[in-house]
């Protein structure tokens, strides 16, 4: 059911009261949540709103954009965000760490507990380091990275790549030079 102008213009507001960052500067979790995008749809009902056309989200270091965000709500809290994009892309400023960078065709973040599921041509960075593969789990929280490769048997005309996770580790020197 699409909700009346007044309506979605209550539960915009709404969202910029409440917090989504888990892992992220502590200061995060105290700023409001902004998303702008060229349409917008809220159902009261389902506890959702989704976001189309050029979306941006942010709340205070973390920013997402993507074509398309869905937020789910629980009892005022958003609990889960779900972008998809070519590609869809996350940064966030871990307490104490340097910024991380990923991106995938779609994503899917629990708030609740600060895992990042990236899948489809997936990839995170921080610090020059760089993980790829078909599907990333980033538990945010606790700065685990779990990578898996393309099981999918390939086509023909397919890229060289064979779906193999893919790691880059910078040494420290060229880390601290911001390389």
């Known amino acids: 059911m699409l909700l009346t102008r007044a309506k979605s213009l209550l539960l915009m507001a709404l969202l910029g009261s409440i917090s989504i960052s888990a892992g992220a500067l502590s200061s995060d979790r105290e700023q409001p949540v902004n998303i702008t995008a060229d349409r917008m749809r809220a159902d009261e009902r389902e506890g959702l709103s989704h976001y189309e056309g050029d979306v941006f989200l942010k709340q205070g270091s973390l920013e997402i954009r993507a074509e398309e965000i869905t937020v789910y709500l629980e009892e005022g809290e958003v609990t889960r965000i779900i972008a998809i994009g070519e590609p869809a892309k996350l940064q966030q400023q871990p307490d104490d760490r340097e910024m991380v960078y990923s991106e995938a065709r779609r994503m899917k973040y629990n708030t609740r507990n600060g895992e990042l599921l990236l899948l ?13 593969g078909k599907r990333i789990h980033y ?7 779990t990578a898996n490769r393309d099981t999918a048997p390939k086509q023909s005309g397919d890229s060289q790549d064979d779906g193999r996770v893919r ?4 040494p420290k020197e060229k880390q601290d030079a911001g390389e």
Do not use: M, P, Y
Request: aromatic share 4%; charged share 25%; hydrophobic share 40%.
């Open 120 to 132: 489809e041509d997936a990839w995170v960075k921080q610090s020059g380091n760089r993980i790829s």
């Open 139 to 145: 538990d945010t929280s606790n700065s685990i990275v």
């Open 167 to 170: 790691a880059i580790i910078e």
